[in-house]
């Protein structure tokens, strides 16, 4: 059997019991998908109404942002779970059995990436079910899945590298945090050139606006800016590359 075969086996393997692991917390479940939609169901329902989003619907404005938002809630359960298996043994365990060492990282990424699609999904159905309309085509809305796909990607690598450098469970879930925030701070919710002096800047250039402003072009029918849609691939595939280095190298260390 050649190694490419066996890695695969053994990420499929991994894949398998980190699913099972995420169905037997449910308070994972909640943070990475219903969470979000309670978030969804506050800001479009209670203070949707005070938001000047240009005249247009503001459910429209909102969905793209809390698909970005739901990504980021989901992580700190893949960070707990990564470094969890650092520090209790489990990867030794691996080890011994003459397990894959990149399946560990790729079973987790994967798991997590899925997790964070299924978010997505339920956003958007919540969000028709709350009056979202869209013109965008076939072809805009297999754009967006694929940049949400990437955005997930991206996000998952990050997260494993935080909880494979994290020295305890509290602290790995803690890291994640940030990525929590970020999205509160670029469009998401309301217009950057609605904020403050200093915020705006902020939001104009970090890496979540150009996410969502891609996602809102594509879901909404209008075609994107090309300075957002090369900013959101640029940050996605640099945190990809970044996140896969950080966790690689620090697997190597602790493994």
Avoid at 65 to 83: D, K, Q
């Amino acid at each position: 059997m050649s190694t490419i075969t066996t890695s695969l086996g053994d990420s499929a393997i991994m894949l398998r019991r980190n699913f099972k692991h995420q169905g037997r917390n449910p308070s994972a479940v909640f943070q990475a998908v219903l969470l979000p939609i309670v978030i969804m169901c506050m800001f479009v329902l209670v203070f949707g109404g005070a938001f000047n989003v240009g005249g247009g619907s503001y459910i429209n404005y909102a969905v793209p942002g809390l698909i970005v938002m739901s990504i980021t809630y989901g992580l700190a359960p893949t960070a707990v779970a990564v470094n969890g298996d650092m520090t209790k043994g489990i990867i030794n365990r691996f080890k011994v059995m003459d397990v894959s060492r990149g399946a560990v990282l790729t079973g987790h990424v994967v798991a997590t990436t899925v997790r964070c699609m299924l978010a997505c999904a339920a956003i958007v159905g919540v969000g028709f079910a709350m009056g979202f309309r869209t013109h965008a085509s076939f072809a805009d809305w297999l754009g967006a899945i694929g940049v949400m796909l990437l955005i997930g990607f991206a996000a998952s690598w990050l997260t494993v590298a935080m909880g494979l450098s994290a020295k305890t469970p509290e602290s790995a879930g803690m890291g994640s945090v940030p990525l929590n925030i970020l999205p509160f701070l670029s469009s998401a919710f309301v217009p950057a050139d609605s904020m403050g002096t200093g915020v705006k800047q902020f939001a104009e250039y970090q890496p979540f606006t150009p996410m969502t402003e891609t996602l809102r072009g594509l879901m909404t029918g209008h075609t994107p800016s090309t300075g957002h849609v090369v900013g959101a691939f640029a940050w996605s595939i640099g945190l990809s590359v970044l996140g896969y280095v950080w966790a690689v190298s620090s697997f190597k260390k602790r493994a």
